[in-house]
């Protein structure tokens, strides 16, 4: 492979100016759009040698063949042509979004001459305000059900309103008493639009001053003995209670705020977007973000904020994000332009705005495991992992068991292993096994030991596996009592946490035991990229393939599955050296582990420090601390 592009401009063709650029493929295709403060610096990043690229920029440029760049006179204008490109072109290399569509919104169509309430998903309807997304359809109808109470608008349809006005004669909901437009013959036109307006208003920032009016005028009629208006006040300011009851206070009762929790990894992302108004959570909008080019969480934010924000109406005064993206500045002018006042983008660093941004951050977690893991819960999704998996690592047959292999290590101490197995795309936890590593403290030769040990019993099935079976938290002794004889299946192919050392001492590990039919393959973490044994170059699967989904869950099981069994090991064996102190048991064990809070901290207490623990004595003290010293 050459190392420098052949479409690389020649030096000092590039502007210095701010602008937007383009990578093209052969067929003028638009791959990427980004865009820079300086040209000539942002570009320089993609034609350095190719060696030194992210394995993923290094797949966009090489797939180009040409790039172009248009100058624009500041740094916002560029953001926007940014944001108008990205839409019009839609690149493949560009992060792609996948919105949550389950969600429906409340819209009040302001666009008809007597505008009503409506639950929908279509996010077109002209002139319609949208609140929302809500969880379930039935939230938005308790929503409407209690807002029509105290502010009683249109809710029949078009044609039900079009034949009432042309008749005469109420709507079908008027005459029971759920409509209250001008159809329901009791109010005008005019009238209906001041009381949509409020209904607005209230929706759009819990406005607290229908509160206190309607409170003021309830106590007005009941001086003046209108009981029967009092009532109709007093149901009506039950109803708004209601409604504000639904979503606590987050925030100060004035403010109004996005907030976007993020969780990410190196090539998916989730959002998870509060929208707070009059300081409560009016609604949640959820996104999966699909990233081809490697790049940093502040770049991401910038996407993330054009994309909520290209075309909407409702910009608040304060963003709230996880880590401000380089070019706030530009992106709180181009806010500023939509909203027509001033926009703060800020990081929610303490008090209430950290707590929710936590809260934020944690659905947004959940929301990309299962973004992840939903794909391998289908039977046509994970047939089509193993096809791709077999067409791509180019084996004979589509690999229905893969056995994967983690190695895990503190600071070079306490070394333990751990065997996942995925038969048709599926875990099968009675079938993991963890392994004890005492010898070594290298990653490479760690693993060789492991497979060395594992693949000695394809030959020897009669044989018990040497492995420590350490029992997996989802199963149980009942399981472990129904297991076959250990190792008993060979698989089509052996998965190891790494890169390239570690895929060639797998490999060596394989032509030792003589079991070079299996295949073998490492995916390293930092980049996703899959390392075959021998080859100088990694496999790089698509970032939506089934396949890779299947490799990455497989790699985090098995990481799990070795920090529990290394958990387990370290309490086991902490426990075993203090229960050799003459006059210490269990009670006074699991006392002095929780108050001093680490093995560490207990090793290092002198004894005055131990006596300090309950039930501990002088003598007690001094035999804990010597008894550790010598261990």
Known sequence: MADVLPYKPRAGEIPTDPGVYRFRDAEGRVLYVGKAKNLRQRLSNYFAPLRTLHERTRRMVTTAASVEWTVVPTDVDSLQLE???????????????K?????????????DEAPRVIVTRNHRIPGAKYFGPYPKVWAVHDTIDLMVKAFPIRTCSDASYKRAMQTGRPCFPGQIGKCGGPCSMTVTVEEHRAMVDDFVAFMAGGDERFTKELTKRMLAASAAMDYEAAAKFRDKLSAIEAVLGK???????????????????????????????????????AMTIEKEIDITTGELVDQVLQRAYGEAEDVPRRILVPTLPDDVVELELWLRERRGKKIEITVAQRGQRADLMRNATLNAQQAL???????TSDYLARTQA????????????????????????????????????FEDGLPRKDQYRSFNIPETTDDTDSMYQVLRRRLA?????????????????????????????????????????????????????????????IA???????????????????????????????LQRLRDEAHRFAIVHQRKKRKRDISTVLTEVPGLGASRIKTLLKHFGSVTALRAAQPGEIEEAPGIGPVLAQNIHTHLSTR
Not at 254 to 264: C, P, R, S, T, V
């Open 386 to 421: 193993l096809t791709d998996l077999q067409e791509a690592l180019e084996l004979e047959e589509a690999p229905l068991r893969i056995e994967c292999f983690d190695i895990s290590h503190l600071g070079g101490t306490n070394v333990v292993a751990s065997m996942v197995v």
């Open 247 to 285: 979503s606590a206070l987050v925030l100060a009762a004035d403010e109004d705020a996005d907030l976007f929790g993020i969780a990410e990894d190196e090539l998916a992302a989730a959002v998870q977007q509060f929208v707070i108004r009059g300081g409560r959570v009016r609604g949640v909008r």
């Open 99 to 111: 919105d949550d569509k389950s969600y429906p919104f409340m819209a009040v169509t302001l666009g």
């Open 83 to 97: 944001y108008m490109w990205i839409k019009e072109f839609d690149p493949p290399f560009n992060v792609r979004y």
């Open 457 to 517: 019993y394809l030959d020897r099935p009669d044989l018990q596996a040497d492995s420590e079976a350490v029992l997996d938290e989802e199963t149980d002794a009942g399981t472990q009592a129904k297991r076959k004889p250990r190792f008993a299946y060979p698989p089509q192919l052996l998965l190891v946490d790494g890169g390239k050392p570690q895929v060639e001492a797998a490999a060596r590990a394989l032509r030792d035991a003589g079991h070079t039919e």
């Open 369 to 375: 495991i299962r973004h992840k893991t939903r794909r």
């Open 520 to 550: 073998v393959c490492g995916i390293a973490k930092r980049l996703e990229e899959i390392w075959l044994p021998g080859e100088d170059f990694p496999v790089i699967l698509p970032r939506t393939s089934e396949s890779l989904y299947l």
